[in-house]
C-alpha cells in the first residue's frame, strides 16, 4: 500500500449546538484549554505521517485559515521580546512541511458531500477523514492505529466504539462477520446511519476512516439518506458489494466535543491528566 498522506477534515458544519459561542466562531476553534478543537485532530494526523491536511470549509471558517497560516506581525513582536516559548506555541515544528488545502463546499448537504469535495485531490490512494468534534486521547493515535491496520490488511478501516444501546442511535453502527482472530479487528458485511430500532450491532463508527479513493465513485450521485442528508455511511454501504472494509475498535479515551457534556468531560480530563503541559 502506497503510504497514507492525505487527510480530509470535514468543518464546514454551522455548530448550532454550542450558540451563542459559535456565532461568531467556528466550533472547531473552541478552546480545550489553550489549543482549539481543531488543533488536536491536525496534530493526530501530522504524527500519524499525513503530509496534507484538506479541509473542507465554509465562509464562516476562515479564522481555520488563520489558525494555521503565518501571523508575521505576532511573530515579529514575540521575537522582539525574546519569547521563543510562545513562538514555538503559534509556529509549530510538527506543522512546518504540512500543505493545508481548502476546498469550500457551498452547501451544507450533510458528511459524504463534504468527503466528495475532496476527490480532485486524492489519487489512487487511501485517505485518512478526521471528524475533529471526536476527540481521542491515546498513544499511538487512534489515526496511526488505523494506518497500520489498514496496511496489514490491505483494506479500508473505520475506527470503532462500543456504544451502551441507549446511545447507538446517535451513530453509524456496523454489522460484521464473526471471523476474526483479531478480537478488534470487525469485517463488516453492513453499515446502518443513526438506526432507530433493532440497532445490528453495539459497535458505532467514531469519528476517524482510512478509506480507499473508490468511495467516491459510491459518493456520487448518492441519494441523500438520514435527515436529507448525503451520507459516508450509505456509500460505504454500497462499497461493501465491491470492496473489503474493515472496523477497528481502537484503544483511546475518546470524547465527543460535539455535545456540551462531551465537550466539558475533555478538558476536565485533559487538565486533571496535565496532558496540556
Ligand atoms: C457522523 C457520522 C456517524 C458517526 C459520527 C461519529 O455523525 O455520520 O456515522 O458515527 O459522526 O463519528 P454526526 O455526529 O456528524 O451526526
Do not use: W
Amino acid at each position: 500500500m502506497k503510504k497514507i498522506s492525505k487527510a480530509v477534515f470535514p468543518v464546514a458544519g454551522l455548530g448550532t449546538r454550542f450558540l451563542p459561542a459559535t456565532k461568531a466562531i467556528p466550533k472547531e476553534m473552541l478552546p480545550i484549554i489553550d489549543k482549539p478543537l481543531i488543533e488536536y485532530a491536525v496534530e493526530e494526523a501530522v504524527l500519524a505521517g499525513i503530509e496534507e491536511i484538506i479541509f473542507i470549509t465554509s465562509h464562516t471558517k476562515r479564522s481555520i485559515e488563520d489558525h494555521f497560516d503565518k501571523n508575521l506581525e505576532l511573530e515579529d513582536k514575540l521575537l522582539k521580546s525574546g519569547n521563543k516559548e510562545a513562538i514555538q506555541k503559534i509556529n509549530r515544528d510538527i506543522f512546518q512541511n504540512v500543505k493545508f488545502t481548502y476546498v469550500r463546499q457551498k452547501f451544507q448537504k450533510g458528511l459524504g458531500d463534504a468527503i466528495l469535495q475532496a476527490s480532485h485531490l486524492i489519487e489512487d490512494e487511501y485517505f485518512a477523514i478526521l471528524l475533529a468534534d471526536d476527540l481521542i486521547v491515546n498513544n499511538p493515535s487512534a489515526t496511526q492505529q488505523l494506518i497500520n491496520v489498514a496496511k496489514e490488511t490491505n483494506s479500508s478501516v473505520i475506527g470503532l466504539n462500543k456504544v451502551p444501546k441507549e446511545n447507538i442511535s446517535k451513530y453509524g453502527v456496523i454489522s460484521f462477520a464473526d471471523s476474526s482472530k483479531n478480537e478488534k479487528l470487525f469485517h463488516l458485511n453492513g453499515i446502518i446511519e443513526k438506526p432507530k430500532s433493532n440497532p445490528p450491532s453495539d459497535m458505532a463508527v467514531f469519528g476517524r476512516y482510512i478509506l480507499s479513493h473508490h468511495i467516491f465513485d459510491y459518493l456520487e450521485n448518492l441519494e441523500p439518506g438520514v435527515a436529507g442528508e448525503i451520507q459516508l455511511t450509505d456509500a460505504i454501504k454500497h462499497m461493501l458489494n465491491d470492496h473489503d472494509i474493515n472496523g477497528y475498535l481502537y484503544d483511546g479515551t475518546k470524547f465527543d466535543c460535539g455535545s456540551k457534556e462531551g465537550y466539558v468531560q475533555a478538558i476536565t480530563y485533559l487538565a486533571s491528566n496535565m496532558i496540556f503541559k
